[in-house]
């Protein structure tokens, strides 16, 4: 049984048991029917839109991506050999 299925049948018996409980407040028979066609109709649209697949892209299944370098570019924790740090050479 498929989740949409169950969805739906689970939605059926909320609207007879609406149904019902409309009938024993003395609604009339065709507002009971209404309801039930309005019901019937929000179920079956929730049902689809709940229980979709998502569809695979036309073009197949992506390759994956290359790793990413991390962010931000990690710095060096100290200034290169040779160098003072600043940019300008060694006096």
């Given at each position: 049984?498929?989740?949409?299925?169950?969805y739906l049948i689970g939605f059926i018996v909320l609207i007879i048991?609406?149904?019902?409980?409309a009938f024993l407040l003395n609604v009339p028979p065709t507002w009971i029917a209404?309801?039930?066609?309005?019901?019937l109709g929000i179920g079956i649209?929730?049902?689809t839109s709940r229980t979709k697949t998502k569809?695979?892209?036309?073009?197949?299944?992506?390759?994956?991506?290359?790793?990413?370098?991390p962010y931000p570019p990690q710095?060096?924790?100290y200034p290169p050999a040779g160098g003072?740090?600043?940019?300008?050479?060694p006096v």
């Amino acid at each position: 049984m498929t989740s949409f299925s169950t969805y739906l049948i689970g939605f059926i018996v909320l609207i007879i048991g609406l149904a019902l409980a409309a009938f024993l407040l003395n609604v009339p028979p065709t507002w009971i029917a209404v309801g039930v066609v309005v019901m019937l109709g929000i179920g079956i649209l929730m049902a689809t839109s709940r229980t979709k697949t998502k569809d695979m892209p036309t073009g197949g299944p992506y390759p994956p991506h290359p790793p990413q370098p991390p962010y931000p570019p990690q710095q060096p924790p100290y200034p290169p050999a040779g160098g003072t740090g600043t940019g300008r050479p060694p006096v």
